[in-house]
């Protein structure tokens, strides 16, 4: 069954340390891929996307994700986090329905 | 407006009732999805409309929820005979297109309490 895993439930950080969320897929075919963020009491927001092109993705606030097509992975990282950055990630795919799988979510509590 | 707008944001209701819950995609939009978030999951997706109709409404878990967007723009999910596992946050999303490429906007999401 198509699937889309995030291997961490809760990972706790403190500040300036590195970060990296795993998630990994089990569609064949053409996927595109996502992070969301859920900041408390907030809204999903996109943090980035992949369609195609270059495998190392940028998104906002100085998160990447890197498109191992061999791995079905699509890892979420920050070199250096913040407080701020406290939050729920989730991952998503779309193939081709038109229909979004989302992970299960990690949260990400950073300590100040 | 400025955002996708859900109302009502908080639902209490008893098992066996019946609820309507509202979403106001951004303008323009004419792609909406629903999607459902249980507790300690990910959304998870119900229906998606491109204009009026439903494209695709797989994601439903049975035929006592149903969706409508009879103009293209505000839409209704229904729920009968209402469940206390219904109890979750229900999202909505709008897209400026339908397809895998738009970005989807989610709306802050009704929690739906069903005692």
């Known amino acids: 069954a198509q699937s889309v895993s995030q291997h961490n439930h809760h990972v706790i950080l403190s500040e300036a340390a590195s970060l990296e969320l795993g998630c990994n897929y089990s569609y064949g075919g053409t996927v595109n891929l996502f992070w969301y963020v859920q900041y408390p009491g907030q809204h999903l927001q996109l943090l980035l996307k992949?369609?195609?092109?270059?495998?190392l993705v940028k998104g906002i606030k100085g998160f990447e994700a890197e498109f191992i097509k061999s791995k079905f992975s699509f890892n979420l990282r920050k070199p250096s986090v913040q407080w701020s950055d406290t939050a729920e990630y989730f991952c998503?795919?779309?193939?081709?329905?038109?229909?979004?799988?989302f992970g299960a979510g990690t949260r990400l509590t950073v300590k100040p | 407006g400025a955002g996708v707008s859900q109302t009502p944001s908080n639902k209490v209701t008893e098992k066996g009732k019946y609820v309507e819950l509202r979403c106001d995609p951004i303008?323009?939009?004419?792609?909406l999805y629903w999607y459902r978030q249980s507790l300690g999951q990910g959304p998870e997706f119900l229906i998606y409309?491109?204009?009026?109709?439903?494209?695709?409404d797989s994601g439903l878990p049975n035929d006592r929820f149903f969706a409508v967007r009879p103009e293209g723009s505000v839409s209704t999910l229904k729920i009968q005979r209402t469940e206390r596992g219904d109890s979750a946050v229900y999202l909505c999303?709008?897209?400026?297109?339908?397809?895998?490429?738009?970005?989807?906007?989610f709306g802050p999401g009704t929690r739906l309490t069903v005692l």
């Open positions: 409309f491109q204009g009026t109709g439903a494209a695709d």
């Open positions: 998503a795919v779309t193939s081709n329905n038109n229909d979004m799988r």
């Open positions: 992949y369609f195609s092109g270059d495998p």
């Open positions: 999303a709008s897209s400026q297109g339908g397809g895998l490429f738009n970005e989807q906007f």
């Open positions: 303008s323009g939009h004419t792609a």
